[in-house]
C-alpha cells in the first residue's frame, strides 16, 4: 500500500490538490474514491469538483451505497466504486482497504489538523503503508 502526503499550508492549496488529483485519475479512467469524513464535508466536496476550475467540471457522485461511477464521494467506510485510488479526507488514517494508492494532507493549515495528520500519519507506518512526500 502506498500514501502520498501533500504538505499544504493553507485551504486554497487543499482545494487545488483535491482536484488536480481528482482530474488526473478521470482522465486515466481509473476509478477514484473520495472519502470524507461527513455529510457536509461531501457537499463541500461535491461542489468542489462542479465548480474548480471554473471552465470545466468533473462528474461526479455523493453515495454511500455501490455505484459504478468513476468517480465517487463518500462519508461511508466502504469502498463504494470499487476504487485502486483514493483520497482520504478522513479524520483518522485509511487502513487495512483494497488501496493502491491513498492520498492525504499533511496538514499545515491549523495546530488541530497538523495533530490530525500526525495521527494519521502514524497509522499509516505503523500498517507498514510506503510513504511518499509529493
Known amino acids: 500500500?502506498?500514501?502520498i502526503l501533500f504538505?499544504?499550508?493553507n485551504s486554497l492549496e487543499k482545494l487545488r490538490k483535491i482536484v488536480q488529483?481528482?482530474?488526473?485519475?478521470?482522465?486515466?479512467?481509473?476509478?477514484?474514491?473520495?472519502?470524507?469524513s461527513d455529510e457536509?464535508?461531501?457537499?463541500?466536496?461535491?461542489?468542489l469538483l462542479w465548480e474548480?476550475?471554473?471552465?470545466?467540471f468533473l462528474p461526479h457522485e455523493i453515495t454511500n451505497s455501490a455505484t459504478k461511477q468513476c468517480i465517487a464521494i463518500t462519508n461511508?467506510?466502504?469502498?463504494?466504486?470499487?476504487?485502486?485510488?483514493?483520497?482520504?479526507l478522513w479524520h483518522s488514517p485509511l487502513i487495512f482497504k483494497p488501496y493502491?494508492?491513498?492520498?492525504?494532507f499533511e496538514d499545515g493549515t491549523s495546530e488541530y489538523?497538523?495533530?490530525?495528520?500526525?495521527?494519521?500519519?502514524s497509522g499509516y507506518k505503523e500498517a507498514n503503508y510506503s510513504i511518499e512526500s509529493a
Open 100 to 104: 493502491k494508492v491513498i492520498y492525504d
Open 7 to 9: 504538505s499544504v499550508k
Open 52 to 56: 474548480m476550475p471554473e471552465e470545466s
Open 1 to 3: 500500500m502506498r500514501v
Open 113 to 121: 489538523k497538523r495533530n490530525l495528520s500526525i495521527q494519521r500519519i
Open 40 to 47: 457536509k464535508s461531501a457537499k463541500f466536496v461535491d461542489n
Open 21 to 36: 488529483v481528482t482530474r488526473f485519475h478521470y482522465r486515466k479512467k481509473h476509478k477514484f474514491l473520495i472519502q470524507v
Open 76 to 88: 461511508s467506510k466502504e469502498n463504494v466504486n470499487e476504487a485502486k485510488y483514493v483520497f482520504n
